[in-house]
């Protein structure tokens, strides 16, 4: 099972809580499901969930190289050299990003943010697509600033054929993996099926369930699971 969630502002992507910030329980109410990947808590747009290790670890890794697809709102009416840097690839301190797909947009249709972003007088901003094969700590955020245009608003538009076009902020779809997909976790099944399971595993920490992938689960065990779409608060 795939979630596709579209995550508002200011949610962790986690179902523990951490002080007063809201999490995925407040919009996610089916058990033993947990994000593949993240998404920043001052970030919107698609978060992927499963119940499934092997998908989650394939979707989540780095080597897997599933592109990322964002909406940017920046400060400042983007140039083209910007764009051209951001395309190339940018120097950040945790070093070079690979080369990236990068147009202005014009401001696509979406939902409101609460609260919407700061307004400065005499300044405009502009929007970008930005597309990325790599997930460096807050890399985007990084890489406009690098550029001269600091970003105003962040949104997930897609992950690989996902996309978080209609679906309406704060709720999820459940969706079946594409035949590519399935196929490539079938096959991460049988390396790993192939491999000697290690004898130094980590045991997990009381109350927390271990993954099919030797991971940990935060997520507390709901067992009333809806078949049906389901919205969560706004």
């Not at 920046?74 to 395309?87: N, W, Y």
């Not at 990236?100 to 007088?121: D, S």
């Not at 538009?157 to 594409?178: L, Q």
Request: aromatic residues 6%; charged residues 25%.
């Amino acid at each position: 099972m795939l979630l596709l969630l579209n995550k508002p502002f200011q949610v962790l992507s986690q179902f523990t809580h951490d002080g007063d910030k809201d999490t995925l329980a407040s919009y996610v109410d089916i058990a033993d499901v947990y994000p593949a990947g993240r998404l920043d808590y001052d970030s919107e747009g698609l978060l992927l969930l499963t119940d499934h290790g092997p998908l989650q670890h394939l979707i989540a890794s780095p080597k897997f190289k599933m592109p990322k697809t964002y909406w940017v709102q920046v400060e400042g009416d983007i140039t083209a050299e910007a764009i051209d840097q951001l395309s190339k690839g940018v120097e950040l301190k945790d070093g070079l990003t690979k080369p990236a797909k990068c147009q202005p947009i014009e401001a696509p249709n979406i939902w409101q943010r609460t609260p919407p972003i700061r307004e400065r007088a005499n300044i405009p901003t502009s929007w970008i697509e930005l597309q990325i094969t790599e997930g460096k700590n807050r890399q985007v955020r990084r890489m406009t600033a690098h550029v001269g245009f600091p970003t105003l608003r962040l949104i997930r538009a897609a992950i690989g054929p996902y996309s978080v076009e209609n679906i309406p902020v704060g709720t999820y779809e459940t969706v079946e993996p594409t035949e590519t997909l399935a196929a490539q976790v079938k096959e991460f099944e049988r390396e790993k099926a192939r491999k000697p399971a290690s004898s130094h595993r980590r045991r997990p920490h009381s109350g927390q369930r271990a993954l099919p992938n030797g991971q940990r689960n935060t997520r507390r065990s709901d067992r009333s699971q809806p078949t049906s779409r389901t919205r969560g608060k706004r």
